[in-house]
């Protein structure tokens, strides 16, 4: 067994591996860039190095320098975690060359699967079925159109190297395919640094299969069973589980056979997943189609482990260092059910748009035998545009899926994030919704469930500004209580804010906003605590902090005979004190309008666009002086490796672009000068 291992990643994957090294006693060895310095991967390992600037192109994609770094640390293997090297062969090779074991397949094997369409031939010839399409090397625009017009639409696009759903675009009819082949060859050019692409016929209602594979040195090689990946946005997976809900044991044992013979044909060694499309009769009936092979750890590995006891990052290890298999096939068996969310900085009511921002608040539901976080994100870490803007993978697991979907629920409540946009109350919705729970799985359920995941946006209930003016209550009274004791009278009445007044009734308004509406609390104090009225409602209100203590924000609050746990998080960024409600597992959040500090937005008299975040302007999709309607596309930005299309909000006139194609621009800079139609 290696005594140092370098860790050629970042994040939360960099953590996990360093938690299993600690416990195996493996020194950890990190790399950083200098924007992740400060990173909790960083402060995990017992080393760090630093290999470059913030650009992954020019830090974690820089084999040399990781290389270096481990020849400089005595590092005797380097595991690559996922993405970046971790399916690079030029890489792998320079490991062996450089003495250095990589902890992965041998680079052979990653060039036999690591481009999709080599893979495709390679298994169409061992017999394996294949989803229709071109997966050949020509690689020009009228051709490629050309080849999807003969498999006939709708039709994916996608990039022989990588993943992640970068790359990979569908198209539903001929006259679309050119700009959606030319966005999809930049992004993946810019994410793999390899264009190429195949066509494939896409499947409606299919779901997303895929076998966790594991192979040794000696010729041995076994499938640790499957995982469900179809809830899936923008072709990235959402939320993952295994085992595959309706799974048969006959499916099982032929998809199963079927990974492991790839597995074999390509002298694989470590871990893999071999992934397939199925139809949506799957698993009672119909075909499944080989899609790739993944020659890496899987990001949603986690659910794998929690059903089968075992760490996979230990099977790397080992395997790596020449051992056996630990374990054999008929050795390994399924235990209950796991799910796995991906938290991630983004909005998805604006099109799950990444966000960018400091974690002012960050509260996470707390670890178990049931419950795992795997994260490398803490509270007042800043989510960059440099890289994949996931904060945690939320894993959760119990004796069938119907009490681990509760978990997931209860768990994703207890989730309080703030100070970037995130995706945790879209996955309680989704982890709620019927389809989801029901198990009527395909990658298209977000799209065909769109009404319940996306509602329409209502008032808050009454609660939360009861419990938003409370737990204000409670901190003004706990920090007049602190003025009070500092100065030399502290029972004076002028110093508690305990609403006392002269031959008046105590009486104050307070007032919040969610969007357009505003809403007054009406707070009138009482000897054992305050009547607060919202319009027609009003409630006798009392609360205290609990020991997490104010600053944290978890409160309780009496409401008449009803008692709520809830958080409350005041803010207070670009001149608006905002207040997260976090409550029933939602998180509500509220503008005060303090009259003594409210400042008045100013009008967009120019109708100017802004960076959404800080980027790269990659096409100008209009003209000036152009006349354009709502939702016609005026440009595209680039930002943490994915293409994002800023269109028109109204019908209106482009007048002007600020900025030209290859600019980098800031977040919040005006992007288009842009007149709206009168």
Not at 317 to 323: P, W
Not at 389 to 409: F, N, Q, S, T
Not at 524 to 546: K, M, N
Not at 643 to 672: I, K, W
């Amino acid at each position: 067994m290696f005594s140092r291992i370098l860790i050629a990643n970042r994040g939360e994957i960099a953590c996990r591996v360093i938690r299993t090294a600690r416990r195996m006693g493996v020194r950890t060895i990190a790399v950083y860039s200098e924007a992740d310095a400060n990173a909790r991967h960083v402060r995990l390992a017992d080393e760090a190095v630093c290999i470059g600037p913030a650009a992954a192109r020019e830090s974690y994609l820089v084999g040399e320098r990781i290389l270096e770094a481990a020849a400089r640390s005595g590092a005797q293997a380097i595991h690559p975690g996922y993405g970046f090297l971790s399916e690079n062969d030029a890489f792998a090779d320079s490991c062996t060359a450089a003495g250095i074991t990589f902890i992965g397949p041998p680079a052979t094997a990653i060039r036999a699967m690591g481009s999709k369409s080599a893979a495709k031939n390679l298994l169409a010839a061992a017999g394996v079925p294949l989803t229709p399409g071109y997966h050949g090397d020509e690689q020009q625009a009228d051709f490629l159109r050309r080849q999807a017009d003969a498999i006939g639409y709708p039709v994916l696009i996608k990039a022989t190297a990588g993943g992640g759903g970068k790359g990979m675009r569908l198209v539903e009819r001929g006259e679309d395919f050119a700009a959606a082949l030319a966005s999809c060859q930049r992004e993946a050019n810019s994410a793999f640094g390899c264009g190429q692409v195949l066509i494939e016929k896409y499947l409606s209602r299919s779901r997303h299969i895929e076998i966790q594979v594991f192979a040794d040195t000696h010729g041995n090689c076994v499938h640790l069973f499957e995982r469900d990946c179809s809830v899936q946005r923008r072709h990235q997976k959402v939320v993952e589980e295994a085992p595959a809900p309706g799974m048969t044991a006959e499916r099982r044992a032929a998809m199963g056979r079927a990974a492991v013979d790839a597995a074999l044909a390509v002298g694989y060694v470590g871990a893999g997943t071999v992934e397939f499309i199925a139809s949506e009769a799957f698993p009672q009936e119909g075909s499944f189609y080989f899609m790739e092979m993944n020659t890496r750890l899987q990001v949603e590995h986690p659910v794998t482990e929690m059903i089968t006891g075992q760490d996979l990052v230990e099977w790397q290890l080992r395997v790596a260092s020449g051992e056996h298999l630990p374990l054999r096939q008929d050795q390994l068996d399924i235990r209950g059910h796991a799910l796995e969310a991906r938290i991630y900085a983004e909005n998805p009511d604006q099109e799950f748009l990444p966000s960018t921002g400091r974690l002012l608040h960050l509260a996470r539901p707390a670890e178990s035998l049931n419950v795992r976080v795997d994260t490398g994100i803490e509270q007042g870490d800043e989510i960059t545009p440099f890289y994949d803007p996931m904060i945690a993978k939320l894993i959760v697991w119990d004796v069938d899926r119907h009490a681990a979907l509760g978990r997931m629920r209860q768990a994703l409540a207890d989730y309080r994030i703030v100070g970037v946009s995130t995706n945790v109350d879209f996955l309680s919705r989704l982890v709620a919704c019927p389809a989801f729970a029901n198990a009527d799985l395909d990658t298209g359920l977000i799209e065909r469930s769109r009404s319940f995941l996306f509602p329409a946006r209502g008032q808050p209930p009454s609660s939360v500004f009861f419990v938003a003016a409370v737990a204000g209550l409670l901190r003004e009274h706990a920090a007049a209580l602190a003025t009070a004791g500092r100065s030399g009278d502290p029972w004076s009445p002028w110093s508690l804010h305990d609403g006392w007044r002269l031959n008046l009734q105590p009486r104050r308004t307070l007032s919040y906003r969610f969007a357009d509406t505003r809403s007054e609390v009406v707070v009138a104090y009482e000897a054992d605590g305050w009547r607060l009225t919202l319009g027609c409602e009003s409630v006798l209100a009392r609360g205290r902090f609990l020991d997490s203590g104010q600053f944290a924000g978890q409160l309780a609050v009496e409401l008449d005979d009803r008692r709520l746990i809830a958080s409350v998080i005041a803010v207070n960024e670009r001149q608006e004190q905002k207040r997260h409600v976090f409550l029933d597992g939602t998180n509500y959040v509220l503008l005060r309008d303090d009259p003594l500090h409210l400042v008045e937005a100013g009008g967009t008299h120019g109708g100017g666009l802004t960076a959404p975040m800080p980027g790269k302007i990659i096409a100008l999709l209009a003209t000036p002086g152009q006349q354009v309607e709502k939702g016609a596309p005026l440009l595209i930005l680039e930002a943490m490796k994915m293409e994002h299309t800023v269109t028109a909000p109204m019908n209106g006139r482009v007048r002007a672009f600020c900025y030209a194609a290859g600019d980098q621009v800031a977040d919040g800079a005006s992007l288009v000068d842009f007149e709206a139609e009168a």
